[in-house]
């Protein structure tokens, strides 16, 4: 199940829980028009933004697709989260961003802060396509992503990822695999495999199902897309660079490899 350290929190996550303490609620206000504000903007920004391309030259490149926190040296990383936005901010703010968020539930104060300030992130939405020129990528990994877009623009995504891959290139997708959700159905965890399907409220947007896949299924997206030499890999094992640091949850995901 997603553990997504992206998200900014949603206003009523804040709530006081007694409503009591005057100071208390009006500091809650201040959260609620402050986060509502930066949820917007993230989205504005990332629309406005939505041509971008990242220039590369002529390095090895390698780019984690949705990466959230989840990454390896030398990767650029790609996602649509307010810590993408805001990963070379001062310390001040991402201390701030830090307190705000989920990702207390799974990194330090003092990890965080180094993730979001050691490594490359490009704020970007995944719906506008990968942001870079033809044929520029060597690499691409994404785990837990692509099950978050709509079926329509997850087709369209891999066809850009076809685009922006150099000859040769390859790309690692790891997904839930939607047989171990319907196995957990099947075996009596009836709301945890729903909660594969649907959520439980509307925060959180970017952290959402909107389609699910199993083997055959994202073949033939693949297949769609033009890749060729499409293979169920094991969880840490396969070709591309990086996967004992990247992979995660082997006990629901289903990992495939291909090539351009
Ligand atoms: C379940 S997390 C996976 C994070 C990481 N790849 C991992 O495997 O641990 C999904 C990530 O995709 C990002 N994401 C979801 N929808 C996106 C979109 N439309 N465009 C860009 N990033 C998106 C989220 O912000 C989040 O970081």
Same mark, same amino acid.
């Given at each position: 199940m997603d553990n997504c350290?992206?998200d900014?929190l949603d206003a009523d996550d804040?709530a006081?829980?007694?409503?009591?303490?005057?100071?208390?609620?009006?500091?809650?206000?201040?959260?609620?028009?402050?986060?509502?504000?930066? #949820?917007?903007?993230?989205?504005?920004?990332?629309?406005?933004?939505?041509?971008?391309?990242?220039?590369?030259?002529?390095?090895?490149?390698?780019?984690?697709?949705?990466?959230?926190?989840?990454?390896?040296?030398?990767?650029? #990383?790609?996602?649509?989260?307010?810590?993408?936005?805001?990963?070379?901010?001062?310390?001040?703010?991402?201390?701030?961003?830090?307190?705000?968020?989920d #990702?207390?539930q799974?990194?330090?104060?003092?990890?965080?802060?180094?993730?979001?300030?050691?490594?490359? $992130?490009?704020?970007?939405?995944?719906?506008?396509?990968?942001?870079?020129?033809?044929?520029? @990528?060597?690499?691409?990994?994404?785990?837990?992503?692509?099950?978050h877009?709509?079926?329509?623009?997850?087709?369209?995504?891999?066809?850009?990822? $076809?685009?922006?891959?150099?000859?040769?290139?390859? @790309?690692?997708?790891?997904?839930?695999?939607?047989?171990?959700a319907?196995?957990?159905?099947?075996?009596?965890q009836k709301e945890l495999a729903l909660e594969y399907f649907f959520s439980r409220s509307p925060k959180g947007y970017l952290n959402h199902h909107h389609?699910?896949?199993?083997?055959?299924?994202?073949?033939?997206?693949?297949?769609?897309?033009?890749?060729?030499? @499409?293979?169920?890999?094991?969880?840490?094992?396969?070709?591309?660079?990086?996967?004992? @640091?990247?992979?995660?949850?082997?006990?629901?995901?289903?990992?495939?490899?291909?090539?351009?």
């Open positions: 350290e992206t900014v804040h006081h829980p007694s409503g009591r303490c005057m100071t208390g609620s009006i500091r809650n206000s201040f959260n609620t028009i402050g986060l509502h504000l930066l #949820n917007r903007a993230v989205f504005l920004l990332a629309w406005a933004k939505r041509r971008q391309r990242v220039s590369v030259g002529d390095m090895y490149v390698k780019v984690n697709l949705g990466s959230g926190l989840t990454v390896a040296p030398g990767w650029i #990383n790609v996602d649509a989260s307010p810590n993408a936005l805001l990963s070379g901010w001062p310390s001040f703010i991402l201390n701030r961003l830090y307190d705000l968020s #990702n207390r799974w990194h330090s104060r003092a990890e965080y802060i180094s993730i979001l300030k050691k490594h490359r $992130f490009i704020h970007h939405r995944l719906e506008y396509g990968v942001p870079f020129d033809d044929r520029a @990528i060597d690499v691409i990994y994404s785990s837990h992503v692509l099950e877009l709509f079926r329509g623009d997850a087709e369209a995504l891999l066809s850009d990822m $076809f685009r922006s891959l150099k000859l040769g290139g390859l @790309i690692r997708i790891a997904v839930p695999n939607v047989e171990h319907f196995r957990l159905f099947q075996q009596g389609y699910m896949y199993d083997f055959d299924l994202l073949k033939m997206f693949l297949e769609k897309a033009g890749f060729t030499q @499409i293979e169920q890999k094991k969880f840490r094992e396969g070709i591309v660079p990086d996967i004992d @640091i990247l992979d995660n949850r082997p006990e629901e995901t289903l990992y495939i490899e291909a090539m351009k």
